[in-house]
C-alpha cells in the first residue's frame, strides 16, 4: 500500500455512538497491517464526570486528565506518544448549570509541547474526592488558570490553538499517516486541518467526501464548531458503503472489509 503523509478525516453523521473511535482504530489497524506507520489524533475530547467517572478517576489518579477515546487511538497506533499528544485538549465536564456565562466544564487539560496547562473554572462547585484528584492534576501543571468569565476563558484562546498545532505536528514528524477524530457532530475539530479524505460514519453506513469539496463548504456555512448536519446536505459523497452490525469482537474486522472500498 502506497501512501505517505496522509490525513484522514473522521466525523460522526449523528451527535453521540456514531461509531467514530470504532472506525478510527479500524482504520489505523488497516493501514498499519498495509505498511503504513499510521497514528491517531483527537484534538478535542471531554468526558463527564458523573458518567464517565471510571476513566476519570483511573486518569485523574495518575495526575493526568485523558478520556477513553483517546487510551483506544494510542493502543490502536501502537505508538510511543501519550494520551496527552494524540489528544491535546481534554475537558472535563460537569452536569449542566445553565446559569453560568461560561461553558459547564470542571477543567481543561492543555498539552503544548508535552507542557501541561489546566485551566479551572472557578465557578463550579466539585465534590471533594474529585477536588482531591484535581489537586493531583494541578501539582503537574506547568500553568493553571481559573476562569469565571468567557472573556477570561476566550483570552487563552491562542493555548488552546497552540495546543492542537504543536501535537499534530509532533505526530506527523512521527508516523506517515494520521487518522483523526473529530468529536460528537462536528464538522471539523480544527480549523487549520487539510485532510486528504474525510469520512463520515453513523449507524449501518460510512460516507467518503472528498475532502478538498468538504473542508469548501465547512467555509461556507462558517459558524463555529458546525454541525456535519449542516455540512453533509451540502455535498455528494463519493462512496459509500453498508455497515451491518455485529458483535463488538467482530466490529473491527467487519469495517476492515468496508475500508478496502476506500484504499
Known amino acids: 500500500m502506497a501512501m505517505r503523509r496522509f490525513t484522514v478525516l473522521i466525523v460522526g453523521l449523528k451527535a453521540e455512538d456514531a461509531g467514530k473511535t470504532t472506525l478510527a482504530r479500524a482504520l489505523l489497524r488497516y493501514l498499519r497491517e498495509g505498511g503504513v506507520d499510521a497514528c491517531g489524533f483527537k484534538p478535542k475530547a471531554g468526558n463527564n464526570v458523573w458518567y464517565d467517572f471510571d476513566v476519570v478517576y483511573e486518569s485523574l489518579s495518575q495526575g493526568r486528565l485523558y478520556g477513553k477515546d483517546a487510551k483506544l487511538l494510542?493502543?490502536?497506533?501502537?505508538?510511543?506518544?501519550?494520551?496527552?499528544?494524540?489528544?491535546?485538549?481534554?475537558?472535563?465536564?460537569?452536569?449542566?448549570?445553565?446559569?453560568?456565562?461560561?461553558?459547564?466544564?470542571?477543567?481543561?487539560?492543555?498539552?503544548?509541547?508535552?507542557?501541561?496547562?489546566?485551566?479551572?473554572?472557578?465557578?463550579?462547585?466539585?465534590e471533594p474526592e474529585v477536588e482531591e484528584l484535581l489537586e493531583r492534576l494541578c501539582r503537574r501543571a506547568s500553568q493553571t488558570f481559573k476562569v469565571a468569565r468567557l472573556k477570561e476563558l476566550n483570552a487563552l484562546a491562542a493555548k488552546y490553538e497552540s495546543?492542537?498545532?504543536?501535537a499534530y505536528k509532533e505526530i506527523a514528524k512521527r508516523h506517515e499517516a494520521i487518522v483523526v477524530e473529530s468529536y460528537c457532530d462536528v464538522a471539523l475539530p480544527w480549523?487549520?486541518?487539510?485532510?486528504?479524505?474525510?469520512?463520515?460514519?453513523?449507524?449501518?453506513?460510512?460516507?467518503a467526501y472528498?475532502?478538498?469539496?468538504?473542508?469548501?463548504?465547512v467555509e461556507l456555512v462558517g459558524s463555529t464548531e458546525v454541525s456535519t448536519d449542516n455540512v453533509c446536505p451540502l455535498l455528494k459523497p463519493v462512496k459509500q458503503a453498508k455497515v451491518p452490525p455485529s458483535p463488538t469482537s467482530k466490529v473491527v474486522e467487519c469495517l476492515k472489509g468496508v475500508l478496502r472500498l476506500f484504499f
Open 74 to 126: 494510542r493502543e490502536a497506533s501502537e505508538t510511543e506518544l501519550p494520551e496527552e499528544v494524540i489528544n491535546p485538549i481534554h475537558r472535563l465536564w460537569a452536569e449542566c448549570y445553565p446559569s453560568l456565562e461560561i461553558p459547564d466544564f470542571i477543567a481543561d487539560r492543555i498539552t503544548i509541547h508535552r507542557r501541561i496547562i489546566i485551566v479551572l473554572n472557578a465557578l463550579m462547585p466539585v
Open 210 to 217: 472528498d475532502a478538498e469539496k468538504y473542508v469548501a463548504a
Open 191 to 207: 480549523k487549520k486541518l487539510k485532510p486528504d479524505l474525510v469520512l463520515g460514519v453513523e449507524p449501518w453506513r460510512i460516507s
Open 163 to 166: 495546543a492542537m498545532e504543536s
